[in-house]
Structures are given as C-alpha cells and as structure tokens.
C-alpha cells in the first residue's frame, strides 16, 4: 500500500500587513570565556525579543522579551538587559496624550547564567558594567514617590493683636529634588546599596570604582547629610564611599570621567545655577589612590546610602578662565566629553572662548523685532551651513590635554587647526591635526582640501607635514611612530616619519592598483583602504583591489604581497577581518603578523561570498614575520558572510549568514570553521508565502560596455509566460546579488520580495558612467538592458514599469523623455532641472550643490557656465513635451537633499502639456520617508499605480480625484 503524501503546502502572496512581523536578528554579544551568546531577534514593528543561549551541547538557553542592549559581566557568570516597555502600553500612553515624563519606561533584567535566577528593576534610564572586571552593575532608577519637602503651614497667634487685613507670612515651598536613585548591585552575593538624587555616574572598566555626581536643591547643606551635592567615589571592594568634592558653591556638575583602573577621576563643576543662560565651568582632577575611604556600607542586602564625611584630599583645579596655558578669555568646554588616556597618563577635554554675555531684548515685542540674514561674498561658509551647524559653532570645543604627572595643561587645536585625532588606546607623544579652514569657500564647489599637521601634546606645537592635500584615512600609526594618509591625487599611500620629520612615499613603485578601478565621477578616486599597521608599526598592510601588500616604511625590504597574488588570479577580493578589536579604526591596536590571519572573500564572477585563512608557517612564525602564501577558503557559498566576531578569550567566533532566498541568521562555530551551528531560526512564515529567485544577467549596453545585473522573478517561474516588469535602479548593484531583501513598507523605492511575490519580474541593471552625459549613460545601460530580457522571451513588452529614488528618480524622468519602452514611472525625489538645481542649497547640510553637478554624482564635470548645453541636454524638463509615460512622482516638502521645487517644477510642466502625472507630498517629510506610516501609505499606492497600469488593476479612488485641501483638513483617506 502506497503511503499518502502530504499535502503540498499553499502558499500566498506578500501583502502590505506582513511587514511589521518580517524579523532582524542582530547585536549579537559574546561572553568573554566563549560559553554565552546572546541576540535580539526584533520586528519591524513590535515587541523584541533577547535571547542567550550556551556553547555546547546540551545548550542551555534563556529568553527575555523586549530585552535589548545586553551585556556579559566581565566574568562571564551574569548578563544585564535593559527591557523596553510593551510596544501596546506605549501607544495607550500616546493615545493618552501623556507626557513625556508620564510614558512607560525601561526595565532592567539580571540573569544569573548559572541558575537561570533574574532581578528586574523597574524605571531604569541607564546602567554600567566594568568593562575588564568586577562583578557589580550600576544603575540609574527614576524615582516615582519623590515630593517636595513639607514646611510647616505659619500659624497665627490668635492673642496678639494685628491688623484686619494682615496675612501670616508664607515662605515658598521647597522645590522637589532633582535626580534619581543609583543602585549599586553585588551580583555576585546579592547586596545593594541605594544612594537617592544622582544626576550621573560612570564605572571604571576594571569594575572597582563607581563615580557619580548628585545636584540635589535642598535647604541645607550640613556635613554628613546624606543630601548633600557634589561628586563622589564608591569602591566595589570595600564597598565604602568617599567624598570627592562637595564644595557649597557648586551648584552643576558635568563632563564626569574615571579612568581604567578607578583611581583617577575628572569632572567640571559650575558655580551657575542650571537655569543660567550662560555657564561658566572649572575642571577638575584627583588621584584617589592612597586616601582615606568613607564610612563602610552595612552587610544587609539593600542599604541605605553609608553617611559620608571629611572629602579626601589632592583636588587638582586643572582649568578655568584663569588658566595661564589657555588664550585669554577661554575657558573650559562643557559641551565636549572629558576622557581619560587607556594607561591614565592623559586627560583629555575641551576649551573654546568664553561667549560675550548678551542681554535679552525685554523691550521690544517679538513682532517687532528684525529676523534678517547678511548674505555675504567674503564668508567662508554660506549663510544656511551656518544656521545648519549653529549649535555646532556654539558648542565648538578645541581639544586639550592635561597631564597628571607634570600638572601642565596644552591646547592641542586651534582655530587655525580645529580637528585633532586622538588616540586614547595608546597614548602617543604625536597627534594628527587637520585643517580645512584656507580652504572653507572653495569647499562649495571642490570639497576635500586639507592641511595635515603633527601636534606635539607635551608644547601644543604644530608642524605642518603636507599642504593643501586631497586625503583619506588620515591617521597616526598604533606605536605613534607615523602619521599617514592616501593622496588621492596621485593615488600613493604616504607618511610623515615622526623620528626622521621627513615624508615617505610608501608605496611609490608598487606593482598594483590601489585606487578605486571603476571610479567614475569626475572626482579624484579613493582607495581600497588599509588593513593597519603591525605591531611595533614595523610593516604597514594596504589593499589593491584584490590582495594585501606588506609595505616596510624604512624601505629596507620590498613589498611583498601576502596573500600571494591569489585574489588577483582568482578575482576575489579579500580583505582582513578584525577579532579582537571592536575600537574605532584610529584606536585599533597593531597587528600581529604571526597570527592566524583571518579574511573575507568576495569572488566577482559569481558574486559568492566567504571566509578564508592564512596560517603563519612556522619559519616565519620564528622570525617574527608574516607568511606570503595563498589563503585556506574556510566556508565560501552563494551568500552573504558577515559581522564575524570573536570571543575575548577562546575559540568562539559567530557570524551572520543569508542570501536572497534565506533569512540571515546567526551561526556560532570556532577558529577551525571545522562545523557551523544555526543559533537563530527567524522568518519562518516565508516558507508559506511566495518568494522567488535571482539570477545575474548579462548584456552589452548601446556604449559597448559589458554590463551586468540581477533579475529578481517569482517563484515557480514559467519562462514559457509572459510577466510584467519593474526596472529599478540606482547606480551598481550587481555585487548585492547574495543579499536578503526584506520584505518592508517603501521609504521611497519599490520592495522586491513584494513585487516577485505578487507576479512582477524586477530588473536590476548597473550602470556605468563618463563624464558629462548622465542622463545618456542610463539610457545606454538601462534600455539595452530591459531589451535584451524581452528577448529571452518571458517579459511582456506592453507591461513594463521603471521606478527610482533621487538620483535613480531623476535617471527614471530623464529615461521616460527618450523613450516611450515604458507603460508606467514612479520617480522619487528627482531632478528635473539641472539649470535651477545647480545653485540650490541642499537644505540637510546647507552645502550649495554645485559640487554635486562639477564634481560627484551627477558627473557633469564643469560649471553651469562653462558646460551650459550639457546641463540642459541632461535635465528632463527640456524633454518634457516628448513624456507619454504615465508618471507618479513622490517630492516630500522637507527633503533636505534635493529641494521640493524640482518636483514641482516637472509636475507643473506635464499638467501644463496634459501629461498623466501624480505627485504625493508627505508633509515635513524628508528625502526619504522616516515616519512608518507614511511608508506604509506610499506602498499602498505605489503597487496601486503600477497594478493600474501593468495588471489591468482598476484605478483607484486617489488616482481618479485626488486629495483637496478641505479632505485633508477633515482627516479623509482615499486609495
């Protein structure tokens, strides 16, 4: 007898109420022995949720919901959640109108990973963990039953004789104070200790110190009351308190640091009270090792703040108005965060000229008052990038540093040379300083020129080491030994040798291209990067398109290339994949040559992704050096391989893993890469909707050029049916070939699942450029291509859609006036008119875009008035009269990129010629959508306008009348 099949699963379509269930699994962490991972596996829209599971097998596994932002104790025995609120008790407070004090808040989890055992804490704004040890977490708790202090009502002697009309004297209410409770927890044993009023702390990253500072109004100010403002110091080992400042005329305290080890801390101070329209701060400084703690905190589980008493001694005041290194008139910056170097041997902060006191015009009515603007030729920046960086320039701090040791201050920038690099990884005798400010006016129109600079922070002096440079990635080398960047003008890596003071043109002679090779605007070309510097600084590692080169910067040995030409050969691009540093890339420590070298491959032909290894032979391993050999290919498939991360102190690595047709998930494995384990199993509600296929596809466009691009199509694809088509685009994309799409409502562009979902083939093409035709080069590359596929014969030639955004919604409305190919358009945020777009503002930035046109992506490399013909040749409103394509066209009335009058300007022009076009306007929208229910709106319609007429679909009700302003006023919605 023949067993009876199942049942073949029927499977739907996308529709728009899938999105907000399509899950993300990300922030993954690692504990730093191996044994724990967690992640998130979040919604789009809804409640999250945390989950930790062990290494090993049987794996034991917790979940918390809503948990975010967790963290391993440095022991790897607890981890510490932050939980959000449920998303459904959030919008009733938002229907309720609540304020903003009044909404429901973030909850705290601990998780005993042993015994699975959890404290939660309610009303949690923040919490800290040491970073390299301890095992104690603090917390900020808002407090919810704070009131105001009761005063005694004033009585009246009835026996004494006043007057009829006397009223008893009443003096103020005190006002409530401010702060909330800081928790101190031992997770280890369960104790804690409380300390109400703290406006903010800080844990040093071994775990044995907790600063914190507390701005309590209260009526007095006694010795040991437990009330009393200023900053102080709880240490997790003898679990004791000490005072640190509790001066009386200290009334706001900011900018609070503590170093690596909890014995130095760092705060600013202000006599002005919080409401003060100007500030004016002291820094502060002191070394607590050696002095006397506080009273001892009871042995009981929760605690009462310990009574404190008799401040330590060695306060520093590093700076003020008065400080002698510091310009007259400067003072200390409240804006800028006060850090600590990694060894403590630095304090660095920030100082800026104190502001003149302006008094407020109380006299004139604000409907009086002059609101003008003084546009000027002489101004190094145009008036809207001056109100776009106001609080910027308000709040501008000029790096400084502090020496503990010697008690000097230095101002390391200037106005002359604002920016600093700083390293506080590794504290360098050497800084990079850059400047741009000779440079500010012709920055309208051809950005990048800088002035590089080598700072000495023991003197503050400068040194320039290059002038007027086109450069990235500048940065001084992990020992201090170099200063270094890419020239772009003549594609070298070069570097100043600190010791020597000379340049060194690194890789002058160098056998490989180490510029972008499809660069194509009419800018200077970047490069591929740097993987770093090795330890020591002795050899620096720079990427050409495919390999690693080991550059000497002595010039003693010749380059040598160490992954031995095999990325060239086999046309994978290969780059270093950094494990044991999460720092900023000018804080990543050198790296060490002898050890296992780690890649990521990304093989061009196929678009594959992978993971590779180079593992040091030992001959070279015994004389300190890296190895030149061909790489090891770990894992390598079609999909995308990424966020690969490494435990601090074992073999456990995890990394991310998805492709067009597989969710991306978390997998967990070792250094072998020997076997890979799925932790995470999301989206599986994909398996009973719909999906589809993508392919790469290739074609010569009208240029010439061999082109490439990826053709998305449905599921059960027939080739022997014919399918409407979408084409979008923006510039390449090919190389996304093993991405997942998800499924999500339209920001401003079609979503591709959706569209293959619902029957629709979606064309991906890329497109190459020359300078000064834009326009013609989408149609060389783009039309070509939408033939070629009608020639496979499975496209329907009379259904055929094209829809971008921005500089794909201008390409769509320049394409739409040289051909009729397409039935329907939808064109976001475009330019219509080069001519009057050439000198707008890009309101985002307040930057004019005349770079854009000369320089960057619209690629017509000259001015308005010296390639005149090529402005209107590429800008569709000259075309508008040839436009028989229906358009939709989406320009939001707060796009800071492309202004709103393009929009308007093509759309007036059609009405004019009776042309069927739409423009929807989400109002106080940006460039592209940000508020979810507004994209969720443009979807509906979007997929409306093409299903009309591509699907035959009816004409929906906005289409067929509109929106008036009276429907809007009344709230009405029609689709």
Request: glycine share 8%; charged share 25%; proline share 6%.
């Amino acid at each position: 007898m023949a067993l009876a099949q199942a049942p073949k699963l029927t499977k739907r379509p996308l529709n728009h109420t899938d999105y907000d269930r399509w899950q993300s699994v990300r922030l993954e962490q690692l504990s730093d022995n191996g044994r724990w991972i967690s992640y998130q596996i979040d919604p789009q829209e809804g409640d999250g949720l945390l989950l930790v599971t062990g290494v090993g097998s049987p794996a034991t596994k917790y979940s918390v919901p809503r948990g975010y932002a967790a963290r391993f104790s440095a022991d790897s025995r607890f981890l510490v959640a932050r939980i959000k609120a449920p998303i459904a008790d959030t919008r009733k407070a938002k229907l309720k109108k609540k304020k903003a004090d009044e909404m429901p808040k973030d909850s705290l989890v601990v998780l005993n990973l042993g015994t699975g055992a959890t404290q939660k804490f309610p009303n949690v704004k923040s919490f800290a963990l040491g970073k390299d040890g301890g095992s104690w977490v603090a917390f900020l708790q808002e407090r919810k039953d704070d009131k105001a202090p009761a005063r005694p009502v004033a009585t009246r002697d009835t026996t004494a004789k006043t007057p009829a009309n006397a009223t008893a004297s009443r003096k103020p209410a005190p006002k409530k104070p401010k702060g909330d409770d800081l928790v101190l927890l031992n997770m280890a044993d369960g104790s804690r200790q409380t300390t109400r009023y703290v406006s903010n702390m800080t844990m040093s990253e071994n775990g044995q110190a907790v600063v914190y500072t507390r701005e309590s109004i209260i009526d007095s100010l006694q010795s040991g009351d437990a009330l009393v403002p200023g900053v102080f110091a709880f240490r997790t080992d003898t679990k004791q308190i000490r005072v640190i400042d509790t001066t009386r005329l200290h009334k706001v305290y900011k900018g609070l640091s503590v170093d690596k080890t909890g014995g130095q801390v760092a705060w600013m101070a202000s006599a002005d009270s919080a409401g003060a329209d100007q500030k004016s701060f002291r820094l502060y400084y002191q070394n607590l090792a050696g002095a006397a703690a506080n009273a001892p905190a009871s042995k009981k589980g929760r605690t009462k703040t310990p009574t404190v008493a008799g401040a330590s001694t060695g306060r520093v005041l590093i700076a003020d108005t008065t400080t002698g290194a510091l310009p007259k008139g400067w003072s200390v910056n409240e804006f800028a965060p006060v850090r600590f170097s990694e060894d403590g041997q630095r304090l660095y902060f920030a100082t800026s000229p104190v502001p003149p006191l302006i008094r407020k015009d109380t006299l004139t009515p604000d409907d009086e008052k002059v609101r003008m603007d003084v546009w000027t030729w002489t101004d190094t920046r145009l008036q809207p990038m001056q109100q776009k960086r106001l609080k910027e320039e308000k709040e501008r701090g000029y790096t400084t540093v502090y020496n503990p040791a010697t008690g000097k201050v230095v101002l390391l920038a200037s106005r002359e040379v604002p920016t600093v690099s700083v390293n506080y990884k590794k504290d360098s005798r050497y800084l990079l300083g850059m400047s741009d400010m000779p440079y500010q006016v012709i920055s309208s129109w051809d950005p990048g020129h800088t002035d590089l600079y080598l700072i000495d922070s023991q003197s503050g002096q400068k040194t320039k080491i290059a002038n007027d440079v086109m450069a990235s990635e500048m940065r001084i080398s992990p020992e201090g030994k170099y200063a270094y960047w890419f020239d772009e003008r003549d594609t070298l890596w070069r570097a100043w040798s600190i010791t020597e003071g000379k340049r060194i043109d690194l890789t002058r002679g160098l056998p490989a291209k180490l510029f972008d090779e499809e660069h194509d605007t009419p800018n200077l070309p970047g490069s591929y990067g740097a993987a770093g510097w090795t330890t020591n600084d002795a050899y620096f590692w720079v990427y050409d398109r495919y390999d690693i080169w080991q550059i000497d910067p002595t010039g003693r040995e010749k380059p040598r290339n160490l992954t031995n030409g095999w990325g060239r050969a086999n046309k994978v691009r290969l780059r270093r994949i950094e494990l044991d540093s999460d720092d900023r890339p000018a804080e990543r420590p050198g790296i060490q040559p002898t050890a296992d070298l780690y890649l990521t491959g990304f093989w061009e032909s196929d678009k594959h992704t992978g993971i590779l290894r180079i593992r040091p032979t030992k001959e070279m391993t015994s004389l300190g050096v890296a190895s030149a050999k061909a790489p090891e290919v770990l894992v390598s498939s079609p999909h995308r391989y990424f966020g690969i991360n490494k435990a601090k102190n074992a073999p456990t690595m995890t990394f991310y893993r998805g492709n067009f047709q597989e969710p991306i998930n978390l997998f967990v494995t070792d250094t072998t890469f020997a076997t890979q384990q799925q932790l995470s199993r999301v989206n599986a509600q994909q398996d009973s909707i719909r999906w589809g296929s993508v392919e790469l596809v290739k074609w010569t466009g009208t240029n010439g050029i061999a082109l490439e691009g990826l053709l998305y199509k449905p599921e059960d694809f027939d080739p022997n049916k014919k399918y409407p088509m979408l084409t979008y685009f923006y510039e390449r994309s090919a190389e996304t070939l093993p991405d997942y799409k998800f499924p999500a409502p339209s920001r401003s562009t079609i979503n591709i699942p959706y569209c293959v979902s619902n029957g629709y083939l979606v064309f991906v093409p890329d497109i190459v450029y020359t300078t000064g035709n834009p326009g013609q080069n989408a149609y060389d590359c783009i039309v070509p291509g939408v033939l070629s596929l009608i020639n496979r014969g499975f496209v329907d030639r009379n259904r055929l859609g094209i829809q971008g955004q921005s500089w794909g919604g201008y390409q769509t409305a320049y394409i739409i006036t040289q051909t009729n190919l397409f039935k329907a358009a939808m064109a976001g945020a475009i330019v219509a008119n080069m001519t009057s777009a050439y000198g707008g503002i890009r309101w985002g930035t307040g930057l004019v875009r005349q770079f854009q046109y000369e320089k960057t992506q619209s690629r017509i490399g000259g001015t308005l008035w010296e390639k005149p013909m090529h402005y209107i040749e590429n800008s569709p409103l000259f075309y508008a009269d040839r436009v028989q394509t229906p358009l939709m066209l989406m320009h939001n009335d707060a796009d800071g990129s492309v202004p709103w009058y393009q929009g308007i300007e093509m759309f007036t022009a059609l009405r004019r010629l009776q042309k069927p076009v739409w423009m929807v306007v989400y109002n106080g929208e940006d460039h592209n959508l940000v508020q979810r229910h507004n994209a969720k709106d443009l979807s509906i319609r979007m997929y409306q306008f093409f299903d009309h007429y591509l699907k035959d679909a009816p004409m929906p009700v906005w289409m067929k009348e509109g929106r008036s302003a009276v429907e809007k006023d009344r709230g009405e919605m029609k689709y």
